[in-house]
């Protein structure tokens, strides 16, 4: 059984696609399996893999290739690699992003020797010109708590996850490709024994300007929205029969609003004010009146009424500034100008 199972998602990343690639094949850890899942791609990304893998002939043995005949979607795509995967460890990648070399070897030994189910890194950012680093927990923060509340980052790229935990028979998997690696963070953070959290930055996360995240216009951002709902009633039902809603009724209620707040940037309309309203309505009268974990404010009044008025497109400069700003969990989603 190999140590760590790397899945990467393949689709249309031609120009990416090599650096990830070599820096898989370059993994100081030498007892792997990196399954690429290539879903439907139209250009030449796999065929650009196997050229580079000529160049590594002590990795060929290591490597598989799953080619999905029609388009499944990220989500789908990541469950054939972890539905393949043989390692004791599974690791997400994005065939757009790549690892540092040590990635595997020290996620792996932190997860060893700590007898984890789950270890979380650092990473980085990467756009034209700029690396920047990011951190995704909170040092000395309990890391499953933080998760859970939704305080660490939820990516799936920046966290080995125990191979058995992904075959639990209570395990959600997301349906859609928004938030899915929400719902796959937070429901194997549940299911995990231990999580630990290694401070270290070890993936670079590549900024794509056509990747779906970037497309803000209205029709992209009802897509983003209606993708991200589904994904959110699931993790939702998954929280509650797994006993967790009260516990961490912070992450849950980050949850609801971080997916209704995709709507913040089309606002100034009325029939998507309506249906932002609409979308977990219990969020309207928590933002107004508050409760004991989520008190209120004039801030989240204000944030309420001028969203509620269509003012927030307009004025989002001034209602996120430090003066007029809302609580964390209202503004959880930080809307971008649209295009």
């Keep these: 059984?190999?140590?760590?199972?790397?899945?990467?998602a393949v689709y249309n990343v031609s120009d990416y696609v090599e650096r990830c690639a070599q820096s898989l094949f370059e993994q100081t850890l030498d007892d792997i399996e990196i399954i690429f899942c290539d879903d439907a791609s139209t250009d030449n990304s796999?065929?650009?893999?196997?050229n580079l893998l000529d160049h590594y002939p002590q990795r060929r043995e290591h490597v598989k290739f799953i080619c999905n005949e029609t388009n499944q979607g990220t989500a789908i795509n990541r469950w054939n690699g972890a539905k393949a995967a043989t390692g004791e460890y599974v690791l997400f990648v994005d065939g757009d992003d790549y690892l540092e070399v040590t990635m595997g070897e020290q996620l792996y030994n932190e997860a060893v020797s700590s007898n984890a189910d789950m270890v979380q890194c650092d990473c980085?950012?990467?756009?034209?010109?700029?690396?920047?680093?990011?951190?995704?927990?909170i040092p000395g923060e309990d890391l499953r708590d933080c998760l859970m509340n939704r305080i660490a980052r939820h990516n799936i790229w920046i966290r080995l996850f125990k191979r058995s935990l992904l075959d639990n028979d209570q395990l959600v998997w997301p349906k859609c490709h928004m938030a899915d690696d929400l719902v796959i963070s937070i429901a194997v953070t549940a299911l995990a024994q231990k999580a630990v959290y290694l401070p270290i930055p070890l993936y670079h996360y590549n900024y794509n300007p056509n990747?779906?995240?970037?497309r803000r216009n209205e029709a992209g951002l009802l897509r983003m929205y209606e993708q991200q709902l589904v994904?959110?009633?699931?993790?939702?039902?998954?929280?509650?029969?797994?006993?967790?809603?009260?516990?961490?009724?912070?992450?849950?209620?980050?949850?609801m609003s971080h997916a209704r707040n995709i709507l913040l940037d089309i606002t100034d309309k009325k029939k998507y004010r309506k249906l932002w309203r609409r979308t977990y309505p219990e969020l309207n009268r928590l933002i107004f009146?508050?409760?004991?974990?989520?008190?209120?404010?004039?801030?989240n009044k204000?944030?309420?009424v001028a969203v509620s008025l269509g003012l927030f497109p307009s004025c989002q400069r001034y209602l996120l500034s430090k003066y007029l700003r809302p609580s964390e969990e209202w503004r959880i989603m930080m809307p971008r100008k649209r295009g």
Excluded at 46 to 50: A, E, G, S, W
Excluded at 231 to 249: H, I
Excluded at 289 to 299: I, R, V
Aim: hydrophobic share 35%.
């Design 124 to 137: 980085f950012y990467d756009s034209p010109g700029e690396i920047v680093r990011k951190q995704t927990s």
């Design 302 to 304: 204000i944030w309420f």
């Design 289 to 299: 009146w508050g409760n004991k974990n989520h008190p209120s404010s004039l801030h």
């Design 1 to 8: 059984m190999p140590k760590v199972s790397f899945v990467v």
């Design 46 to 50: 796999v065929q650009l893999v196997r």
């Design 211 to 214: 990747s779906i995240m970037s």
């Design 231 to 255: 994904n959110t009633d699931l993790l939702l039902d998954f929280w509650k029969k797994q006993g967790l809603q009260e516990k961490y009724e912070m992450g849950y209620v980050r949850t």
